[in-house]
């Protein structure tokens, strides 16, 4: 059975810094594109980060030089740490794969496979 689990969120005042992780299992997880997307209250979902099974990322414009996303393949877990959070980073937090195919794996990734249950970051003034 594949799962994505998050954790990490919580909240914090802007300026501040979170780590996400989200803990893999049931795939080849080196043979995926992992992506961390965001919904906020009223807007829709919208892609933040990838990373490709060489380790080669993408971010949006809103987040690039504040947010990283890695991973450790031992352990199964993909990160996203967040640093310098400002209150439009408010929002659900998900963590998403696709099957890796021909590199494909751009940050703002449409039709994503598999996703974890979100995990909730609110950043307050």
């Known amino acids: 059975q594949v799962q994505l689990v998050e954790s990490g969120g919580g909240s914090v005042q802007a300026g501040g810094s979170l780590r996400l992780s989200c803990a893999v299992s049931?795939?080849?997880?080196?043979?995926?594109?992992m992506v961390w997307s965001r919904q906020a209250p009223g807007k829709e979902r919208e892609g933040v980060a990838a990373i490709d099974s060489d380790g080669s990322t993408s971010y949006a414009d809103s987040v690039k030089g504040r947010f990283t996303i890695s991973k450790d393949n031992a352990k199964n877990t993909l990160y996203l740490q967040m640093n310098s959070l400002k209150p439009e980073d408010t929002a659900m937090y998900y963590c998403?794969?696709?099957?890796?195919?021909?590199?494909?794996?751009?940050?703002?990734?449409?039709?994503?496979?598999?996703w974890g249950q979100g995990t909730l970051v609110t950043v307050s003034s």
């Open positions: 998403a794969a696709s099957s890796l195919v021909s590199g494909y794996c751009p940050f703002n990734y449409w039709g994503l496979e598999i």
């Open positions: 049931g795939l080849t997880y080196s043979s995926y594109c």
